[in-house]
């Protein structure tokens, strides 16, 4: 599905991104070509909130192509213009992509060799409030492009929930 209203400022050296970006890609289609050829650069648990929450979640760095990356995130099909449209697409995007990514996760080698127990490796990725975002870097490899963060957003409410009760 595209997105109505969704344009493209590009910067005249960044125009070659524009063929790639108005594609009539679905979205699935797009997280299946990611489930087949990502890169996972790690697996493991962040602590960052363990002090304000007594939790720990799991986190996983994936690489994929550039090309790839932006189809998915900036897009008119992609992640972010399914929040665009409105709060039930981006959970419907957020779904189907963990329902896609997490068994090639949760099976990879990484999962293997963490430690982690693999039921709560299945339950971080399969929860509702689990997430995928840009990674400025992955803090187990020196990569920093074109990563996507995988992890379960602990103890915090749908963002469309946020803010004043009327």
Known sequence: MCTSGWKFELQSDQASRLSNLEKPVQFPDIVQQIAGTMTALCCHLDHSWAAENAATRVVYCIQVKKEL???FFNSS???RAAYFRSPEDGISANAIFFKMVAPKLADSSLSSSSGLDSEFINQSLLTPSAKVWLADRC???SLNSTLLCIQHNL???PWYA???KS
């Open 77 to 79: 099909s992609g992640y």
């Open 162 to 164: 946020i803010g004043p």
């Open 69 to 71: 990356f932006d189809l």
């Open 155 to 157: 103890s915090r409410p």
């Open 139 to 141: 803090p187990q490899s």
